[in-house]
């Protein structure tokens, strides 16, 4: 996820630097608006990556020479079922779209509720982190998170 989270990062910079760029000499504000939104969007999406990268460490794919089948049966880590990020995010992004239709005062409280969406994304825990969660539904051996326990073991 290192080279996804680099490869980001790299769009948000160059985004910001042409914002940057053309902000000083086109003093067009549609332009500049699109530009920073690509940088804000390449940002939030390079951000992720770099929160992931630390949060899971290297793949197995990041890695040269390792063959297709390691990750195979992986499971991915999904938002718990009981957040409220995603309800939070399309309020944000409704008042803030809507703000900008009315006035700046509601912009800028939709830009305070999509924070917090995007936070809640973010940062969000997983569901049953650190559990057992064995596709059987048992808890597996002294916290490794895995069902592999023998099948005469109670």
Do not use: K
Not at 6 to 19: D, E, K, R
Not at 45 to 73: K, M
Not at 95 to 123: M, N, P, R, Y
Request: with cysteine; hydrophobic share 45%.
């Amino acid at each position: 996820m290192r080279t996804e989270a680099w490869l980001f990062t790299g769009v948000a910079v160059f985004f910001l630097g042409i914002a940057a760029g053309y902000g000083a000499l086109a003093r067009d504000p549609a332009g500049l608006a699109a530009l920073t939104v690509a940088f804000l969007m390449s940002g939030l999406v390079a951000a992720f990556l770099w929160r992931q990268y630390t949060r899971t460490g290297i793949r197995p794919e990041d890695r040269p020479g390792t063959p297709v089948r390691t990750t195979a049966g992986r499971r991915f880590p999904l938002p718990p079922p009981y957040s409220y990020a995603p309800l939070t995010t399309a309020a944000g992004a409704a008042l803030l779209g809507w703000g900008v239709v009315e006035g700046v005062w509601l912009c800028c409280a939709g830009v305070i509720v999509l924070a917090f969406g995007v936070f809640g994304f973010v940062f969000g825990g997983r569901d049953g982190e650190g559990e057992g969660d064995g596709e059987d539904g048992r808890e597996g051996e002294a916290g490794t998170g895995r069902g592999d326990r023998a099948p005469g073991d109670a």
